[in-house]
């Protein structure tokens, strides 16, 4: 194992952390197995290596950090790097931790990152928002074998979970709330039937507009980011929506066909929405392919306003968790701060408004809506949860 010591730290006020953020010294070597210390965590994988970071202070404290990779970044006072098969090697050679896992899927600009500071605010639950690495083998799925592959997802997860209870030893709860494009992650990994799902949407107008709001201040659409061609985001498009189309050929091959017919005469329209049609489209796959095998349920972001209390209490309820007054007291503080402090994104939108025609981009996402007809796919079979309306 190879560790670097940090000079000078530098990048975008919205963006991931990596290595290349650090200007640093060699230090020396050690030994692979240091991994399993506290303190470390992963910054980065690619074909042949692990890059880590070593951080004394506590990346789960959201109250400092509302994104992980925000969190490693600031914190991070070694960097190291091993080889890819030794970190498979000793994460598997762990017991499994003793923790329940909570996913929180989403469309992105939801309130997803509000609902899990929400659960932070609970005894015993850690946060974990947006962990990168998680999501990086799909990134990078052709450079694996299949086995490798599988082995990353399943570490990954595994070492994270290793870590918090590291660092908490009290930790009952692990909430773990991934890019809002990650949903390929819940199909491919056979971890998941094993933990609880979220699934957090909001209506199309205020979708629309508070993306519009992330495109000024990053400068760019997600679709247009150097990080977007990193991820193949087109890619992503094409296999989500074909993986619905397949799906949908069992329920009836002429909905296939005009789903077909629309991938081929529209397809600059799907490239023009930030992820709210792919995330609804793909969740929906995701329901069709495994029916009763995962623990899921939606919640929507105008329910949790109107009424966080009543809703919190259902999705308690959906993770078999009991809370007393005091936490649920604290769950209520939290939706009155701002989930995304300490970030660029932080408050922003008390002062910017929306010029161009916003209507349009509703327009738009309801055109795919419509044409790929969820309503009827429901009706045939897909098991939506019943706070989901469309």
Request: proline share 3%; with cysteine.
């Amino acid at each position: 194992m190879q560790t670097w010591g940090i000079l000078l730290r530098c990048r975008p006020p919205i963006g991931v952390c990596t290595k290349d953020n650090f200007i640093m010294y060699h230090k020396g070597t050690g030994h692979a197995s240091e991994i399993l210390k506290k303190n470390n965590h992963v910054l980065s994988l690619s074909e042949s290596q692990v890059v880590l970071v070593e951080c004394d202070n506590d990346v789960y404290d959201v109250s400092r950090h509302s994104f992980f990779y925000n969190a490693i970044f600031d914190e991070a006072t070694l960097v190291k790097s091993i080889r890819l098969k030794d970190f498979l090697t000793y994460v598997e050679s762990l017991e499994y931790p003793t923790v329940d896992v909570l996913f929180l899927w989403s469309i992105g600009r939801c309130g997803s990152t509000m609902l899990a500071a929400c659960f932070e605010a609970l005894d015993d639950c850690v946060s974990l928002s947006e962990p990168i690495d998680m999501f990086q083998p799909w990134m990078k799925k052709d450079v694996y074998s299949p086995e490798t592959y599988s082995r990353l997802l399943k570490a990954t997860l595994k070492y994270h979970l290793y870590q918090i209870k590291q660092r908490r030893p009290e930790t009952k709860l692990v909430l773990i709330k991934p890019y809002s494009f990650g949903f390929w992650y819940a199909v491919e990994s056979q971890e998941m039937q094993r933990f609880h799902h979220i699934f957090m949407y909001r209506d199309l107008e205020p979708f629309m507009i508070s993306s519009t709001i992330f495109e000024k201040i990053s400068g760019m659409s997600k679709r247009h980011t150097i990080f977007a061609k990193i991820v193949k985001f087109e890619k992503f498009i094409d296999e989500a929506v074909r993986s619905l189309i397949n799906a949908t050929a069992k329920f009836s091959p002429d909905k296939a066909k005009k789903m077909e017919d629309f991938l081929e005469n529209e397809r600059c329209l799907l490239k023009c929405l930030n992820c709210l049609g792919l995330s609804m489209l793909y969740y929906i796959y995701t329901q069709l392919l495994y029916q009763d095998k995962i623990n899921l349920i939606g919640v929507k972001y105008e329910d949790v306003r109107q009424d966080v209390i009543a809703v919190f209490k259902q999705l308690l309820d959906h993770a078999k968790m009991d809370v007393d007054e005091e936490e649920m007291q604290r769950v209520l503080e939290s939706t009155k701060k701002d989930s995304q402090q300490n970030t660029a994104l932080s408050s922003f939108n008390k002062d910017k408004q929306v010029t161009e025609p916003i209507l349009d981009r509703c327009e738009f996402a309801s055109i795919v809506l419509k044409v790929f007809d969820l309503q009827y796919m429901c009706e045939k079979g897909a098991k939506l949860p019943k706070t989901v309306s469309l």
